[in-house]
């Protein structure tokens, strides 16, 4: 018995040894008997169908930006759908092939449908939105005189757009894309707040004790671009807080070095 199953089981991986075997699906549909390069045709062309689908990426139910589905790639992941069903009962587990093969034969394995875009292509369209969204936050920057803590720089909270979020978004879009067809998506562009380390809030709660540097410099006779560079530079590290155990950069305090600058 053992020799005769195996000589089956041998038999129909050499017939099945460039196509899918039967019983696999993906989305209920059978592609038994079908080449890694047939599957994935199949999908790409299922894609060029929606390609004039636009989706309308909105603030607050505002309408931002039009993007179609063609300029972000959307659409079926064709090459991971077509090499995902040809790889069922290929593994280098002799029992597990056969197991899965036999499965699929009797009852069929059903796979999912998996969707994708182009993330840079998505960035890259969304970069006119940057301005408007994009903020780094600012850290509070303190005063320390006659013994207290003042604050001369408040801190500002800072915004960013969530992509990931919104690339989860489009995606659980893609149903609706194939199957009722419309002319348009709305797309919530999620903005993210984005809090400073350092808040003009919690400058009581810091424990500040003492001023830990203090430097002076006399430059009234230099010439202009001296003066300017060092009053930039001042500016930007004066009242920078140091937690405890944490080490001053200079550099990362001063940020930015160059001509624009």
């Known amino acids: 018995l053992f020799f005769v199953s195996t000589s089956i089981f041998l038999i129909f991986q050499r017939i099945y040894s460039d196509v899918i075997y039967p019983g696999i699906t993906v ?8 080449t890694e390069a047939e599957v994935k045709g199949y999908f790409e ?3 060029r169908k929606i390609q ?5 990426f909105t603030v ?15 659409g079926y992941n064709a090459e991971l759908l077509s090499k995902q069903s040809f790889s069922i009962g290929r593994s280098k587990n002799l029992l597990t092939n056969i197991y899965l093969i036999s499965r699929a034969y009797i009852n069929s394995i059903n796979l999912s449908p998996s969707f994708s875009f182009s993330d840079k292509k998505l960035r890259e369209r969304l970069s006119v939105l940057n301005s408007e969204f994009e903020k780094s936050p600012v850290d509070a920057l303190f005063k320390f005189e006659n013994g207290r803590v003042t604050a001369f720089r408040p ?7 969530n992509y990931n979020r919104m690339g989860e978004n489009l995606v659980s879009k893609a149903q609706d894309a194939f199957f009722r067809k419309p002319t348009e ?4 562009i999620l903005i993210e707040t984005l809090k400073p380390q350092v808040s003009t809030e919690d400058a009581n709660n810091f424990g500040i004790k003492e001023l830990i540097g203090e430097g002076i ?11 300017y560079n060092i009053s930039l530079a001042s500016s930007r590290v004066s009242g920078v807080l ?20």
Do not use: C, M, W
């Open 45 to 47: 062309e299922k894609n």
């Open 217 to 227: 410099s006399h430059f009234a006779h230099s010439i202009p671009s001296r003066i």
């Open 155 to 161: 801190s500002v909270t800072g915004s960013t757009i």
């Open 60 to 74: 607050n139910d505002v309408p931002k930006t039009t993007i179609s589905a063609k300029e972000i790639e959307f």
């Open 27 to 34: 989305n209920g549909v059978n592609f038994g008997g079908k």
């Open 185 to 188: 998506i709305k797309i919530p």
């Open 242 to 261: 140091i937690a405890p155990n944490q080490e001053f950069s200079f550099a990362k305090a001063l940020g930015d070095v160059s001509a624009y600058t």
């Open 52 to 56: 004039d689908v636009n989706f309308v």
